[in-house]
């Protein structure tokens, strides 16, 4: 079904932070280059990468709970996670 809001986030983890390793929907220049710490534990890339699967809460996006899925997924050497 298309959506204009929806994406998919392909993240991994380098050290103490998040790397996101596609380019994101709302935000240019993102791929190989934006990264988030570990300590913002409330995002779902970095719930992600810290292990935790299935459905995970995004918090309050336009207004609206938000939920989104976890999934890890090996590439090669390492884990990539789509958050």
Same mark, same amino acid.
């Given at each position: 079904?298309?959506? /204009?809001?929806?994406?998919? +986030? +392909? *993240?991994?983890?380098?050290?103490?932070?998040? +790397?996101?390793?596609?380019?994101? &929907?709302?935000?240019?220049?993102?791929? +190989?280059?934006? $990264? =988030?710490?570990?300590?913002?534990?409330?995002? #779902?890339? *970095? &719930?992600? *990468?810290? %292990? /935790? /699967?299935?459905?995970?809460?995004? %918090? =309050? =996006?336009?207004?609206? $709970?938000?939920? $989104?899925?976890? *999934? #890890?997924?090996? =590439? $090669?050497?390492?884990?990539?996670?789509?958050?």
């Amino acid at each position: 079904m298309p959506s /204009q809001t929806a994406e998919t +986030l +392909l *993240v991994r983890r380098e050290g103490n932070d998040v +790397l996101f390793l596609n380019e994101l &929907k709302f935000r240019t220049n993102t791929a +190989l280059n934006l $990264r =988030i710490s570990l300590t913002s534990n409330n995002m #779902p890339a *970095v &719930k992600a *990468v810290l %292990g /935790q /699967q299935g459905i995970v809460d995004a %918090g =309050i =996006i336009a207004g609206r $709970r938000r939920w $989104r899925p976890c *999934v #890890p997924f090996r =590439i $090669r050497r390492g884990f990539w996670w789509r958050a």
